[in-house]
Each structure stands twice: as C-alpha cells, then as structure tokens.
C-alpha cells in the first residue's frame, strides 16, 4: 500500500520484533503479529510519527538537499560501531518525530474521540519513558521499578513494557531525548513566531528546521536564530525603503504644484 511519494506500507508479520511498526530504506512497516498485542488506536499517531510528516518526510528532506552524503542518510544502522560512526542526533530526528505526531492535531488528522485517545495513550507513554530513563539511569531504578511504573500508569502490554524498558536500560538517554527534541522544536517555532509576528511562514520555519539534516539542538538553535535575525533585518531594510521613497515622492509632488502654481 502505497503512503505517499516513494513510500511504501509493508504488512510484516515478525515473531522477534515487538514494535508496531518502523521506517527504514524508504520502507514503512507495520507489524501485523496477532500474537502481539497491539491496539489499533495508535495507528495514525504511528504513521505520523514514521511516515509523513515524519521520519520518511524527514528524510527525504535531507536527502534531497545539497549536504554531504554522511548527512542526507539521517539513519544509521551500526550503533555496534560507536565511537567510530557518525553521530545520529536522536534528539533532533526522534524529536522530529514526535513534532510531526503533534502536527497531526493541526492537520485535523485525530477526528475521532478513538483517534484523540490515540494520541493521548502515546503521549502517556512518551511520559513515563522520560520517568523510567532518569528512574534508571540518574536514581538506581531497578527494571522491575520500571516495568512496574509504566504498567501502573499506561495500558500498554506486559511484552511492550518489558520491551520498553530493555531498550531504556541498554541505550541511556534515548527515551529523553525523543521527548526534550519535541520540546526544542515547539520552543523554536514559538520564539520565532513572537519575533516575527505576521511575517511568521510555517513553512519556512519547518523548511529551516529540516533544511541542514541532523544536526545537535544546540546548532538547530543557532540555526533558527539566524533564520529569524535575516527576516527582522530584511523587513528593517525594507521598512527604511519605504520611509526613503515616501520622503523622495512627497518633495517631488512638492515641487510639481510649486511650478505648477
């Protein structure tokens, strides 16, 4: 089943994989294992988060831009290779990600109260990995605290939390990272909207989160800050233009009845 442009929904039916779904090679799938179970309420929050406006989108972007090949590729599969390969800023791609479920909401997309519940059960979700990861990590949690925490507070399966908190304990830092680059990006685009007022494009401003490729939060700052700093000072210039050819249209209209009269 076709999604978009150059993106295909594959039906996989994998004993070993427990996720709802990935995106890899321009490649969708959805993991149909009756044996798994999975609710259909988080399909759009799903297709949003890897297809379009997310990872697929996302990467598209960047491979459609002027950057290096190392950068246009935004995954990576050899994290077995770390520290020899190229960073793979999981704040600025999974909080992409999660941005483009947020989005979902402005498009109109949750049109039901089932789609709404959807979201929120992701969310809830998204919440209590930030709580597990810093649970585990920074105050000594065990991985039954985990396990426990999450079952108290979400409806998600035994095998999914149990899952959810394997890959919390094995990669440090990657369940805050989804969320802290969500809150970057939301953080951005309401600065540059209060600086820039009615010159505020959504469109621009996606287009200069995604116009560099991975990069740190740090730089997509730096980044944003400039592309604002550029609108201010072109609208300054412009601004001065029409003051200067208003001043030059008045002395000559000036002029005109003086000789006329």
């Not at 999660?98 to 789609?115: K, N, Q």
């Not at 959807?118 to 919440?127: D, Q, T």
């Not at 908190?165 to 309401?190: F, H, N, S």
């Not at 939060?217 to 609108?231: A, F, H, N, Q």
Request: glycine content about 8%; charged content about 20%; overall charge positive.
């Amino acid at each position: 089943m076709k999604l978009c442009h150059n993106t295909t929904l594959l039906p996989i039916i994998d004993g070993k994989d427990l996720s709802l779904g990935s995106y890899r090679s321009n490649v969708f799938y959805i993991n149909v294992n009756p044996s798994i179970n999975r609710s259909s309420l988080l399909t759009i929050p799903l297709v949003l988060h890897e297809a379009n406006p997310g990872h697929h989108f996302q990467n598209s972007y960047a491979f459609n831009r002027n950057l290096p090949r190392y950068r246009q590729n935004i995954f990576h599969t050899g994290f077995h290779t770390v520290p020899f390969s190229y960073p793979t800023y999981t704040a600025y791609i999974e909080g992409w990600a999660l941005y483009a479920e947020y989005l979902g909401s402005e498009m109109g997309l949750y049109s039901t109260v089932y789609d709404k519940l959807g979201r929120l059960i992701s969310e809830i979700l998204r919440a209590c990995r930030l709580v597990v990861d810093t649970g585990i990590h920074a105050f000594g949690w065990s991985r039954e605290q985990g396990i426990e925490y999450i079952r108290n507070f979400t409806g998600s399966d035994q095998q999914q939390i149990e899952n959810e908190v394997d890959m919390i304990i094995t990669w440090p830092g990657r369940a805050c990272a989804y969320k802290v680059g969500e809150m970057k990006i939301k953080q951005l685009r309401r600065r540059a909207k209060s600086i820039l007022g009615s010159n505020f494009r959504l469109e621009d401003f996606h287009d200069v989160i995604l116009r560099k490729g991975p990069v740190s939060l740090r730089i997509l700052d730096d980044i944003v800050g400039e592309w604002i700093k550029d609108i201010v000072n072109a609208n300054a210039s412009n601004g001065i233009w029409t003051i200067t050819y208003g001043c030059y249209a008045l002395y000559a209209n000036i002029i005109i009845i003086f000789f006329l009269s």
